[in-house]
């Protein structure tokens, strides 16, 4: 394997880490039932109105939807690597959906509790997205310069 497929391959490798924490922080800030980042904002409401479908499937979808308005507004600039978005979605789904099972068992009992979790939940999400920006990989061209 040559050199720029294996900085590919880590680049991708290190962006999933990121993804996972971020979802670990999705999952918490959901348990602290105290709200959800923007992020997930759309995905839980919608789990809540409609449990038959996993919070992770309604990132999906949701995605999917934002995906769309992002090729209508670049049009043109929309290019093909920006497809990557639909495989970041689909794993960063099954993420959430997996970091929700694994913490199925926390059940935070009081209000200092649950402003922990919440606080936990923004520093996990912090470092995971600055683990993805920083591996410039799922989301092409966000990253600063190198």
Known sequence: MNLKAKDILRRY?????GLVFVAFGVALSIISNLGTAPLS?????????WPVL???TFTVLVNM?????????LRKEFQARHLMQIVA?????YLIDG?????SWLHPAGFAARIGLTVLAAVVTAFGVSI???ADAWTPGCSPPR
Request: charge should be neutral; include cysteine.
């Open 13 to 17: 490798a290190v962006a999933t880490v």
């Open 89 to 93: 979605s689909a794993v960063f789904g």
């Open 41 to 49: 904002c759309p995905s839980y409401v919608l789990n809540l109105k």
């Open 99 to 103: 970091c929700m099972w694994a913490l």
């Open 65 to 73: 939807v934002y995906m769309l308005v992002q090729i209508a507004v």
């Open 132 to 134: 993805e920006v920083a």
């Open 54 to 56: 996993s919070v992770g």
